[in-house]
Every structure is written in C-alpha cells, then in structure tokens.
C-alpha cells in the first residue's frame, strides 16, 4: 500500500502510508510538478490543534451571539451587569496571575543558566522588571489624574442630591469583585 499511485480528476497522488497523509503532483508550468501535502481534518484535530480550534471557534461564537443579542434584545443595566460579572470575574483572576507567572518564569530561566552568566543577567532582568513596573504604575496614575475616571464633570450636577439606593445583589457582586 505504501507508494500506491492513485488517479483523481487528472491529477496523480501517491499514498504515503498514512490514512490521512497524501502527497499530490500537480502539473505546474513548463512541464514541472509541484508536490503539495493534504493531511484530513481528523489528524489535524487529533493532535495538540484541537484546543487551538476550540479557542478561534470559541471566539467566533462569542463574538456571533454577542451580537445577535444586542441587536434584538433590549437588555437593562441591571441585566448587563449580570451577565458582565463572570468576565470581570474572569479578569481579576488573569491579572492576579500575571505577577506569580512572570516571577516564577524568571526563576527558571535564570536556575538554567551557569552562576556566572546568572548574576548578570538576574541582575539585568530584574532592573528591566522594576523599571519597566515603575514606567506602567507612573502611567497609570498620570492617566487616572488626568481622565479622573469615573467623577463628574461640572455639567452633570445632580440638583436634588439623590442618593441612589443600594440594591443587596450589587452588593454581594462587589464583595466577590
């Protein structure tokens, strides 16, 4: 079976003993022949590929009903913070995650190494950490005092000084967040 030359629609492939691996000859100009290799969906998805796959339809699917919601549905703020809060949730978790990664990749890579090319480059590494830190937190708080986030400007007055009631769930919400 292996080599079997097989003739589809004018062009000639020759198995190479997988079930789903076959390399084509397709004529090409001048008489040369270009050899292309098709592998099935099914070994494509056997492999690592598979939760690659899933993230790109994932997304896909997200972003479809995303939309289709938002275009026939009228949803509160209430209703929208509701389904927003595993996001959020999701979020915060990410980005309590980011400085142990980082930290414990760091220590890795530098046990790796031999002694004295690790405390050069320890050295450096951590230097570019806290700089490239100090840049981010200066940054962070320049835009904050700037934009002001989240204050009124002095046209949005609110002349009878409600105080907006405390609804027990956003409560809750807040305390998880």
């Not at 998805?45 to 549905?73: H, M, P």
Request: aromatic share 6%; glycine share 8%.
């Amino acid at each position: 079976m292996d080599g079997e030359a097989v003739q589809m629609n004018g062009v000639e492939s020759k198995k190479r003993g997988s079930n789903h691996d076959y390399s084509v000859d397709i004529g090409g100009e001048d008489g040369q022949s270009e050899t292309k290799t098709a592998q099935g969906w099914r070994a494509y998805l056997k492999a690592e590929n598979i939760l690659l796959c899933l993230l790109i339809t994932s997304v896909v699917l997200g972003f479809a009903v995303g939309y289709v919601l938002s275009v026939s549905v009228e949803l509160t703020d209430e209703q929208i913070d509701y389904v927003s809060f595993p996001g959020k949730l999701f979020m915060n978790m990410l980005k309590m995650m980011i400085i142990p990664l980082i930290v414990s990749s760091l220590i890795a890579s530098l046990a790796s190494l031999d002694s004295a090319m690790s405390g050069k480059l320890g050295y450096r590494a951590v230097i570019y950490y806290m700089a490239t830190t100090l840049l981010a937190v200066a940054l962070g708080i320049l835009l904050v005092l700037v934009i002001n986030p989240g204050g009124r400007s002095n046209n949005e007055v609110d002349p009878n000084k409600n105080k907006e009631e405390v609804n027990i769930v956003y409560a809750i919400l807040d305390l998880i967040l």
